[in-house]
């Protein structure tokens, strides 16, 4: 209590700060400043007006000539300064990018004519002299051209990123270690949980107006990030002319022989944007109020997409086992689901009615709906109706009040709300697209087995027998008419009037009668229908021939102890749905047909001294067909000369034994034309984890940022915010075992091994302050960061759970300095160095995950007292200006992680468990080098090559859980972490030819208004662990072999993207090829660690052997090519 508050005070203190220093800093903005002369004298001009057209925004120059013009939306200008007496200088296509300073110094002529203008090349300074760190900046016009959809793709072709299983590493982070930031609101998941949770909101491209990476270094502003910030900005309507676009894209292009590559991918989209249309334009000003024109703007982004992804369960599945999808009527129309389903909504509203007042109302949403195919799908193969069944969806509410005080102070608010949601469970074969719940799972209690008699695949009930009234009912069923009583195991009992055995007739003359004995609940004979004066068995007495095969059968074997319901027959509803692979019914060899006989008593057997059997040497009559001087029936060991069925046709007689032969006759379960054996994949139902998750996290943040350029060689900014976190986990797995732990108040709390239901509010809160002074022509970045983390109350639960009996902390806080300097060595080239302390916290299912398991379960239990993960970094680098075309970039980095998250076994007292820890590290070190081509003579590009690597002593939180259960040692020193790639190369090259030029090639006139970029990632393997017989490996007695000590093979991919523009009547409309993989080169994403090979882990005696069907699963392969055609019209 006494921290709280001496921390309360010192916040207040350092808010009141803030506001009397009017300083401040804008995450989503970028500053033009600059020097303007007059070209003659060189003596700085003060009063010039430098302006911003089409906008409001503008400064003029001081005593010094200096100008300096904040909070400019990242954006393409045009920028015009005036001086009466002097031309006016129009200067276009200045770029603003977020965080960045656009260097612009004019010099101005004096002119006698007034209004006179003349435009003016910007002289672009590729050196940032401000920028301290490693930054990369994507626009508009590259994210239009590059062959990618999504931030995440973006981020994929950028230097120093590797990606692996759709998580995002930076500089060898783990995946979580990044901050997503859309329009200044982070938009991270802060629970986690099943599924990725690495992009809180992943826009499409068709949304963005800037995209920003930064690497290392960050400002103060950023917290909770270790290896990466990913900056994005949306874009906005234009205050003064509306623009739109409709596109449309597909890989299907409705002939087979075309769609080799297809994933039955459509995508449609559509964005708006301009003046607001009804209020501002007809409404008011209809009343006379025509305050809002051209101060109200709106941009609308709407995008669907449809596909059946990179695998496809129908692509794998028999054609009587393809997975149906949920269909929605949507205006008449029937729209069917595909595997995966993606639905984004972005609108923006800005509000700018002058004096330096921005009001921007933005809300971002995406609704994802999706049957994903990962590493474990592969195992639903023949039964994909019962696969996983997930929904995600995000909503983003901010709203942002920007106010610019004066030229060299502006402040910002954002208040938002951001949630995400994430559901899954196991999809319903009936309904698809309406999954199960935990309690439509039946208990394994419940299940009810039988024995397959006759292979056939299907439960066979006996043939009934027809009882002494004529009918086959038995006492209880509906239909009894006084006929004969239920059967059980033993004799069978008879209340009715033909046979009563209570009655003295019947001791005396049936008392040592041999009974038939029962296998299950049928109906049976009661009367001496042969009138034999016995009770026969089965082959004896009149039943019901149901297949006509001229004989009583028996049917299945009715597990009778499994009768879990008491109507004495197997159900389907009830019999095992979990983890069900068994080998295919067949009949084991040729059937035995037996010697013939004349059946003299007509019961289909052959009865000695009743029936004939003919020996004779005359080969018309004899039936001693393999002339051994006696009858051999159909059980009897098969000799030759017997008849049989040749069930195989080879012409030989095939004797039971044991195992199938290729040939034999078989129940085909999965329709896939071949026996199959239990082979790994499901025959039908769910894994025995049947997951069941939703959960829930919503952020409610208060942002205040403040920016003061104190004077031109000093600029400060300072900020805090607050979150408020609400979050909802409901987790649930095994939902087909009974539940006896510790109750958790949560729903259905019967059932489960594991079970973890909770609610939290933990808040978080952060100040920061940073200094950016220029010295000469020295450029430091000083700045601090106070992160502060407020516990949960309900954490009280997870108190009372606790075996060391630990209580909460209530508060915890990290202080974390951050600096940089940019020096210019000389005109064309800088270097610049940072250091920094970042912390993170943990996602809060590590910290809260309950101790709710069963009696024998052995799961990970969440610690509500987990520190800030923190990590150490250094970076130098170096950008230099070879010429006005050349750029070159150089960087170096150097990170350690300490308090990084795993798992630990800890003894309390008689009991064991395992909890998370800060216990793991990991360290990184890198060098990157790019190439980079400014656009000029139709070409853009660039070329960069990273040399890394990252070690540390576990890839995931959990890892030394997994060690512990399957008795593997827990690694104590460092190894190649999962997404360690040592080299990487990528070369992207862009060719855009635009409509005002008429090329021409070897004389000839091409066609114009066109680009195309290409990119080209090649990369050294990830690292795997070998198993002790991996060929070739030597190792000595008792060695295990290191962790993640060989490597898969180099990985390569190209894609293409082509965009030509055409104008057909009076419309504008784009034509689009995209191609990705463009080779269809074959990459491993997954091998074996017995083989190093994707599609086997057979490895006898150090010889690598073919592999199953299962072992070659389709998700150990990167994506193969595909095709995609765009239309798009622009109005």
């Known amino acids: 209590m006494l921290f709280a508050k001496r921390a309360s005070l010192f916040l207040v203190a350092l808010f009141l700060f803030v506001l009397l220093t009017n ?332 004096g330096g007042i921005k009001l921007t109302l933005n809300y971002s949403g995406t609704w994802d709906v999706f049957n994903p195919f990962d590493n474990y799908s592969w195992d639903y193969r023949y039964t994909p109706a019962t696969a996983h069944y997930v929904e995600e969806t995000s909503h983003l509410f901010s709203v942002t009040f920007n106010h610019q005080l004066n030229q060299s102070t502006f402040y910002e608010v954002v208040l938002s709300r951001y949630s995400k949601e994430y559901f899954q469970a196991p999809d319903d074969p009936l309904n698809p697209g309406e999954p199960l719940m935990p309690d ?90 042969d009138r034999d004066g016995f009770i026969d068995n089965a082959d004896g007495e009149p039943y019901v021939d149901l297949n006509g095969n001229g004989q009583w059968d028996a049917g299945d074997f009715f597990y009778q102890g499994w009768d879990t319901n008491g109507d004495g027959v197997y159900n389907d509803e009830r019999g095992q749905v979990i983890n069900v692979d068994r080998p295919e019914p067949y009949v084991d060899g040729d059937r035995n047909l037996g010697e013939p006989f004349v059946d003299i008593n007509q019961n289909g057997i052959f009865d000695n001294g009743i029936d004939d059997f003919v020996m004779s040497s005359d080969p018309a009559v004899n039936m001693d067909l393999n002339r051994n001087s006696q009858y051999d029936g159909p059980n009897r060991p098969w000799t030759p000369g017997v008849p049989f069925e040749d069930l195989n046709g080879n012409g030989i007689y095939d004797p039971p034994n044991g195992r199938y032969d290729y040939g034999e006759p078989f129940v085909d379960l999965n329709h896939n034309g071949k026996w199959d054996a239990a082979d790994g994949f499901f025959d039908y139902g769910y894994n025995q984890w049947a997951f069941y998750q939703n959960r829930k996290s919503i952020v409610n943040t208060l942002d205040f940022k403040i920016n003061k350029q104190l004077f031109t060689e000093l600029e400060n900014k300072t900020g805090f915010e607050i979150k408020y976190n609400e979050m909802r986990m409901a987790d649930l797995r095994y939902p087909w075992q009974p539940y006896d732990g510790r109750p958790d108040g949560g729903p259905w709390p019967d059932i489960g091994v594991f079970r973890d239901f909770y609610t939290q509010y933990p808040w978080e809160g952060a100040f920061y302050t940073s200094f950016k002074l220029e010295f000469g022509s020295l450029i430091a970045q000083l700045g601090a960061r106070l992160d502060i983390f407020k516990q949960s109350d309900n954490v009280t639960d997870l108190e009372v759970e606790d075996l060391e009996g630990k209580t909460a902390d209530e508060t915890s806080y990290k202080v974390s300095p951050r600096v940089g300097i940019s020096y210019p060595i000389t005109d064309k080239a800088k270097i610049y160095f940072n250091y920094g302390h970042f912390y993170q916290l943990p996602d809060f299912q590590y910290m809260y995950r309950r101790a709710t398991q069963a009696s024998n379960a052995f799961g990970i239990v969440g610690n509500f007292n987990l520190d800030y993960q923190k990590n150490i970094q250094y970076e130098i680098g170096m950008t230099y200006t070879l010429s006005n075309d050349y750029i070159f970039e150089m960087a170096g980095f150097y990170n350690d992680w300490f308090g990084l998250i795993n798992s630990q076994r800890k003894t309390y007292g008689p009991f064991q468990r395992n909890e998370y820890e800060n216990s793991d590290y990991a360290r990184t070190r890198g060098l990157e080098f790019e190439l980079r081509k400014v656009y000029g003579n139709y070409v853009s590009g660039r070329a960069s090559y990273v040399y890394a690597f990252a070690y540390g002593k576990s890839s995931s939180e959990s890892s030394n859980y997994f060690d512990d259960f399957y008795n593997r040692a827990i690694p104590i020193r460092e190894f190649p972490l999962n997404w360690d790639v040592r080299h990487q190369l990528t070369l992207q090259f862009s060719l855009n030819v635009p409509k005002s030029d008429k090329p021409k090639l070897f004389g000839f006139r091409i066609p114009n208004d066109w680009n195309a970029t290409v990119i080209w990632q090649y990369g050294t393997g990830y690292p795997f662990t070998p198993t002790r017989d991996y060929p070739g490996l030597r190792l000595v007695p008792g060695e295990d072999p290191q962790q993640n000590s060989l490597r898969y093979p180099p990985y390569s991919n190209v894609d293409l993207r082509f965009r030509k523009n055409f104008n057909l009547v009076g419309l504008d409309y784009v034509f689009e090829l995209w191609i990705t993989n463009l080779f269809n080169t074959e990459n491993w994403d997954t091998v074996y660690g017995a083989t190093g090979r994707p599609d086997t882990g057979t490895n006898i005696g150090g010889q690598v052997k073919e592999g199953s069907e299962y072992a070659n699963n389709p998700y150990h392969y990167g994506r193969g090519r595909n095709i995609r055609l765009g239309l798009a019209l622009n109005f």
């Open 23 to 354: 300083t401040a800093f804008a995450a989503t903005t970028g500053k033009i400043s600059g020097v303007v002369v007059d070209k003659q004298t060189q003596e700085p001009l003060p009063g010039v007006a430098v302006q911003l057209e089409g906008t409001k925004i503008g400064a003029l120059t001081n005593i010094d000539g200096e100008f300096t013009i904040l909070n400019i939306p990242p954006k393409t200008y045009t920028v015009k300064i005036r001086l009466v007496g002097y031309k006016t200088q129009i200067y276009p296509d200045i770029t603003v990018e977020t965080n960045k300073t656009f260097r612009l110094n004019a010099e101005l002529e004096e002119t006698v004519i007034e209004g006179e203008e003349q435009i003016v090349t910007a002289k672009i300074d590729h050196v940032k002299i401000d920028e301290v760190q490693n930054i990369r900046t994507v626009g508009v016009d590259e994210i239009g051209a590059m062959p990618v959809q999504d931030v995440d793709q973006i981020l994929a072709v950028q230097v120093g990123v590797v990606t692996r299983g759709g998580e995002i590493h930076i500089r060898g982070g783990r995946s979580g270690e990044v901050s997503y930031i859309v329009d200044g609101v982070e938009t991270r998941d802060p629970l986690g949980g099943l599924g990725a949770t690495d992009v809180g909101v992943n826009l499409q491209s068709n949304s963005l107006q800037e995209v920003q990476i930064i690497k290392g270094g960050f400002d103060a502003e950023y917290g909770g990030v270790m290896s990466g910030v990913v900056n994005v900005v949306t874009r906005e309507g234009d205050m003064q002319l509306t623009k739109g676009r409709i596109e449309y894209w597909t890989d299907n292009f409705r002939v087979d022989e075309l769609n080799d590559y297809s994933r039955n991918y459509d995508q449609i989209s559509f964005n708006i944007g301009g003046p607001e249309p009804i209020l501002s334009q007809h409404l008011l000003p209809a009343l006379g109020i025509d305050y809002f024109r051209e101060k109200l703007a709106y941009f609308i982004n709407l995008d669907v997409q449809k596909t059946d992804g990179v695998i496809s369960y129908n692509d794998y599945a028999p054609a009587l086992h393809q997975r149906s999808y949920k269909s929605h009527d949507f205006l008449g129309l029937t729209i069917n689901d595909r595997q995966y389903n993606y639905y984004q909504l972005q609108t923006k509203l800005t509000f700018n009615p002058g």
């Open 440 to 529: 439509d799972f039946m208990l394994y209690t419940d299940w009810e087995f039988y024995q397959d008699q006759n292979n056939n695949g299907r439960y066979d009930p006996p043939e009934p027998f027809i009882n002494a009234t004529g009918d086959t009912t038995y006492l209880g069923d509906p239909q009894y008419t006084n006929g004969d009583a239920m059967g059980y195991f033993g004799l069978w009992y008879n209340i009715g009037d033909y046979w009563d055995l209570l009655g003295p007739a019947g001791q005396e003359n049936h008392s040592e009668v041999d009974w038939k004995q029962a296998q299950l609940v049928f109906d049976t004979m009661y009367w001496d229908w």
